[in-house]
Nanobody
Framework: VQLQASGGGLVQPGGSLRLSCVASGFTFSNYWMYWVRQAPGKEFEWVAVINSYGMSTWYAESVEGRFTISRDNAKNIVYLQMNSLKSEDTALYYC???????????????????WGQGTQVTVSS
């Protein structure tokens, strides 16, 4: 099983990034997909979740209206479009998965069945 996240980088406040996560080794369409983040000195935070067929999405209050999660089950990819980025969005972003229906408001990576290595997002001028 692999979850390979990419797309992170350094961006100025107000900018945009799109994260991608390619999944392999499990039946992607049976799993809810998540983006979560961890910043030094801050608590683990779930960011967004999308159900198995992409019909429903949920977002943390801190990113609602700025981030959009989507998935392509034909390509086994989940995306996170991040707009209007703020310095407080700086973190290591992980994609993670759980059999549907997955956990709402997970507290740690171990709440998921699978997770990847993370991609760093730094928002700074």
């Amino acid at each position: 099983v692999q979850l390979q996240a990419s797309g992170g980088g350094l961006v100025q406040p107000g900018g945009s990034l799109r994260l991608s996560c390619v999944a392999s080794g499990f039946t992607f369409s049976n799993y809810w997909m998540y983006w979560v983040r961890q910043a030094p000195g801050k608590e683990f935070e779930w960011v967004a979740v999308i159900n198995s067929y992409g019909m429903s999405t949920w977002y943390a209050e801190s990113v609602e209206g700025r981030f959009t999660i989507s998935r392509d089950n034909a390509k086994n990819i989940v995306y996170l479009q991040m707009n209007s980025l703020k310095s407080e969005d700086t973190a290591l972003y992980y994609c993670a998965s759980a059999p549907g229906p997955g956990p709402m408001r997970p507290k740690k990576l171990e709440d998921f069945e699978y997770w990847g290595q993370g991609t760093q997002v730094t928002v700074s001028s």
